[in-house]
Antibody, heavy 120, light 110 residues
């Protein structure tokens, strides 16, 4: 069965970087894109960006452009999200999803989420 | 900057029907925005209900349906059940690989 398993919770200081992984299984990794979404405490969902696991092309939300990099390791079927220059506003649960940028590539599967806490 | 708007909250009686909408602060929503709908309960990852305007995800009951109503995307729940009480988010594709989530609607079944 399709599974997306994310890395564990992180606590980071302001200004630091964080990398969240999303290990996939149960399907051909390069046949589907990966989208990243986050949710700050008590807030709604926020679309962060998308990566084509086949081409490596990506697009990022304007709000985080310049601080974010999404990558895909086809050898391990794992997608990565790196966010740099963390601020308190980056405290959130981060989700990966097997989906193209507009959730229109068939069945969407979600990771369990990774809590990133930015604290001094 | 265009914002994707949703009603903050809705209340529906068990067995009743409710229609949630997803609009733009500037312009009309059409199928070219590839509207999708996602359900979330507290502490859980989202669950995708509808994608490509009106395609139901596997396992989603047919009481959930997606459409375009006027100048907005819509999610209709027909015959609401207690476990439909959740937050619902739409997503619209803005082009150039960029999508935006709506503000979310909290649905209460009582």
């Amino acid at each position: 069965q399709v599974q997306l398993v994310q890395s564990g919770a992180e606590v980071k200081k302001p200004g630091a970087s964080v990398r969240v992984s999303c290990k996939t299984s149960g399907y051909t990794f390069t046949n589907y894109d990966i989208t990243w979404v986050r949710q700050a405490p008590g807030q709604g969902l926020e679309w962060m960006g998308w990566i084509s696991t086949y081409h490596g092309h990506s697009a990022y939300a304007r709000k985080i452009q310049g601080r974010v990099t999404m990558t895909a390791d086809t050898s391990t079927s794992t997608a990565y999200l790196e966010l740099r220059g963390l601020t308190f506003d980056d405290t959130a649960v981060y989700y990966c999803a097997r989906a193209d940028s507009h959730f229109d590539s068939g069945e969407v599967h979600w990771g369990q989420g990774t809590l990133v806490t930015v604290s001094s | 900057q265009t914002v994707v708007t949703q009603e903050p909250s809705f209340s529906v009686s068990p067995g009743g029907t409710v229609t949630l909408t997803c609009g733009l602060t500037s312009g009309s929503v059409s199928t070219t925005y590839f509207p999708s709908w996602h359900q979330q309960t507290p502490g859980q990852p989202p669950r995708t209900l509808i994608y490509g305007t009106n395609t139901r995800s596997s396992g989603v009951p047919d009481r959930f349906s997606g459409s375009i109503l006027g100048n907005k995307a819509a999610l209709t729940i027909t015959g609401a059940q207690a476990d439909d009480e959740s937050d619902y988010y739409c997503v619209l594709y803005m082009g150039s690989g960029i999508s935006v989530f709506g503000t979310g609607t909290k649905v209460t079944v009582l």
